[in-house]
């Protein structure tokens, strides 16, 4: 039966083995290569990295993690934490089974599997996130990314070996942040509600927690029918993301609970307004601090 005859995720992932266009991929993408990063505490207890100007961190999530890590200045995130003794109960329970079963692969993973290998599996997997991109670029009126994410998926998904490639790339259409249902709702109005951690699913706020169902939807792998198929590309999917923060986690140094809802709840706004800085509120607040309305916090 045509059903039956399913391509494995680690099948496809092989293809690209006998490329000669792999050969290029010289340098690991998780870590221990060009661009090393070192983690460095400075007397002030502020986490900084030495290595690559840019930083081999800053290449590989599109953002600076030690930035994320330490927290936002002049903004205390504990004040959106108001469950703050649930989330720390789950987070331990989560960060329990990362330890024992999710980062023990995915560290087995980064050992065995050729770079390049890894290079076309996360191309895979972020090419499927291409579609989610595209239907929340339309919601949110961002016509202009929205045609770059459906050009990425088209190219990506044809020349580029259903995605094993990012041909996309080379032909000017740069990979965007990212655009989700909870990204969505917060253009629309929806405020963001307290923080909250999810059993096993991680960090979110009560927003973006109804969104995932939206999000589930909207991703390709939900629409595999053949289960054994879709349970191998999902656990693949993890382990995949996983690996891909073995390097970033280094910088995880003191409260590890404070320094991932900080970051998450940081890197959510960043992506809500697509980086852009409000100048004047930003202007304001500088002017507060000058003159002692404002003190600056030393917590993160």
Same mark, same amino acid.
Request: charged share 20%; glycine share 12%.
């Given at each position: 039966?045509?059903?039956?005859?399913?391509?494995?995720?680690?099948?496809?992932?092989?293809?690209?083995?006998?490329?000669?266009?792999?050969?290029?991929?010289?340098?690991?993408?998780?870590?221990?290569?060009? !661009?090393?990063?070192?983690? #460095? @505490?400075?007397?002030?207890?502020? %986490?900084?990295?030495?290595?690559?100007?840019?930083?081999? &961190? +800053?290449?590989?999530?599109?953002?600076?993690?030690?930035?994320?890590?330490?927290?936002?200045?002049?903004?205390?995130?504990?004040?959106?934490?108001?469950?703050?003794?649930?989330?720390?109960?789950?987070?331990?329970?989560?960060?329990?089974?990362?330890?024992?079963?999710?980062?023990?692969?995915?560290?087995?993973?980064?050992?065995?599997?050729?770079?390049?290998?890894?290079?076309?599996?996360?191309?895979?997997?972020?090419?499927?996130?291409?579609?989610?991109?595209?239907?929340?670029?339309?919601?949110?009126?961002?016509?202009?990314?929205?045609?770059?994410?459906?050009?990425?998926?088209?190219?990506?998904?044809?020349?580029?070996?259903?995605?094993?490639?990012?041909?996309?790339?080379?032909?000017?259409?740069?990979?965007?942040? !990212?655009?989700?249902?909870? #990204? @969505?709702?917060?253009?629309?109005? %929806?405020?963001?509600?307290?923080?909250?951690?999810?059993? &096993? +699913?991680?960090?979110?706020?009560?927003?973006?927690?109804?969104?995932?169902?939206?999000?589930?939807?909207?991703?390709?792998?939900?629409?595999?029918?053949?289960?054994?198929?879709?349970?191998?590309?999902?656990?693949?999917?993890?382990?995949?993301?996983?690996?891909?923060?073995?390097?970033?986690?280094?910088?995880?140094?003191?409260?590890?609970?404070?320094?991932?809802?900080?970051?998450?709840?940081?890197?959510?706004?960043?992506?809500?307004?697509?980086?852009?800085?409000?100048?004047?509120?930003?202007?304001?607040?500088?002017?507060?601090?000058?003159?002692?309305?404002?003190?600056?916090?030393?917590?993160?």
């Amino acid at each position: 039966m045509l059903g039956r005859r399913v391509l494995s995720p680690w099948l496809m992932a092989a293809l690209i083995a006998v490329s000669p266009v792999s050969v290029l991929a010289q340098d690991d993408p998780f870590g221990g290569a060009a !661009g090393d990063t070192a983690v #460095q @505490t400075g007397t002030d207890g502020q %986490v900084t990295t030495s290595g690559d100007e840019n930083g081999s &961190l +800053l290449d590989e999530y599109g953002f600076d993690p030690a930035d994320e890590f330490g927290g936002a200045e002049g903004e205390d995130f504990s004040l959106r934490d108001p469950w703050e003794g649930f989330n720390r109960a789950v987070f331990s329970f989560n960060d329990g089974a990362d330890r024992y079963v999710l980062k023990p692969a995915a560290v087995s993973y980064r050992q065995i599997t050729p770079i390049f290998v890894q290079h076309g599996v996360s191309n895979f997997f972020s090419n499927l996130g291409e579609v989610t991109n595209t239907f929340n670029g339309v919601l949110q009126g961002k016509w202009g990314q929205a045609g770059n994410d459906a050009g990425r998926l088209l190219i990506n998904t044809t020349i580029g070996l259903a995605g094993l490639f990012d041909v996309a790339k080379h032909m000017g259409l740069e990979k965007g942040d !990212g655009e989700d249902f909870g #990204q @969505t709702l917060a253009v629309w109005g %929806v405020p963001s509600g307290p923080y909250l951690v999810l059993p &096993l +699913l991680g960090p979110s706020t009560v927003r973006d927690t109804p969104a995932r169902v939206v999000d589930y939807y909207t991703n390709p792998l939900t629409y595999v029918e053949h289960d054994p198929t879709r349970y191998t590309l999902r656990a693949t999917d993890i382990i995949q993301s996983r690996a891909s923060l073995l390097q970033a986690e280094s910088l995880l140094q003191g409260d590890r609970y404070v320094l991932l809802r900080d970051a998450y709840l940081q890197r959510r706004d960043f992506l809500i307004v697509d980086g852009e800085v409000d100048v004047q509120s930003e202007t304001e607040a500088a002017e507060a601090i000058d003159q002692g309305e404002v003190e600056e916090s030393s917590d993160y």
